[in-house]
T-cell receptor, first 115, second 113 residues
Framework: NAGVTQTPKFRILKIGQSMTLQCAQDMNHNYMYWYRQDPGMGLKLIYYSVGAGITDKGEVPNGYNVSRSTTEDFPLRLELAAPSQTSVYFC??????????????FGPGTRLTVL | AQKVTQAQTEISVVEKEDVTLDCVYETRDTTYYLFWYKQPPSGELVFLIRRNSFDEQNEISGRYSWNFQKSTSSFNFTITASQVVDSAVYFCALTNAGNMLTFGGGTRLMVKP
């Protein structure tokens, strides 16, 4: 099991460029999440998905889009990159609706810089 | 609304000292779940423990122990006989049945040899 994988690990974007952060999990988890972690701060939820074809906004969704066409993949798209989106992005997945089992497994993160 | 506060932004100890990381939470739900995650310098988040609101028993796992007190809305984490490898950022987090984690701001622990 690779767990949760993310690509790329690092990326530098110019203002206005677009890119897609890739996330995949091989644990057959229904739930997937995207977080951002700003320097010295905790993680904030951007978007989440409860299954293929279903996504919903988290705490800080502006400037991002997601899709979930398969159980395994949950890409995050930045359409018009802005310096405020400089952050480390974490993808996570969890198994079940029951929070008793809601241990979220995290990917290694993508460090994004927008200049 | 839910909130998690980790008032200690940074703690520095010398190896073998005991250290306690504080976590205070706010929620209106009667059913909720608390978590601790470790983020070592390599950057990934590592799950340490999950505790539900109906289980106030303290837990010990090796050098780690957790003290859950509903009366003070706290879920503190103690490392006994700290080691250099314990140096990391530690996050406390909270969720209700809605399945969305709310993270605290994290506490950076530095253990010096």
């Amino acid at each position: 099991n690779a767990g949760v994988t993310q690509t790329p690990k690092f990326r530098i974007l110019k203002i206005g460029q677009s890119m897609t952060l890739q996330c995949a999990q091989d644990m057959n988890h229904n739930y997937m999440y995207w977080y951002r972690q700003d320097p010295g701060m905790g993680l904030k939820l951007i978007y989440y998905s409860v299954g293929a074809g279903i996504t919903d906004k988290g705490e800080v969704p502006n400037g991002y889009n997601v899709s979930r066409s398969t159980t395994e993949d949950f890409p995050l798209r930045l359409e018009l990159a802005a310096p405020s989106q400089t952050s480390v992005y974490f993808c996570a997945s969890s198994q079940q609706l029951d929070p008793s089992y809601n241990e979220q497994f995290f990917g290694p993160g993508t460090r994004l810089t927008v200049l | 609304a839910q909130k998690v506060t980790q008032a200690q932004t940074e703690i520095s100890v010398v190896e073998k000292e005991d250290v306690t990381l504080d976590c205070v939470y706010e929620t209106r739900d009667t059913t909720y779940y608390l978590f601790w995650y470790k983020q070592p310098p390599s950057g990934e988040l590592v799950f340490l423990i999950r505790r539900n609101s109906f289980d106030e028993q303290n837990e010990i796992s090796g050098r780690y122990s957790w003290n859950f007190q509903k009366s003070t809305s706290s879920f503190n984490f103690t490392i006994t006989a700290s080691q250099v490898v314990d140096s990391a950022v530690y996050f406390c987090a909270l969720t209700n049945a809605g399945n969305m984690l709310t993270f605290g701001g994290g506490t950076r622990l530095m253990v010096k040899p």
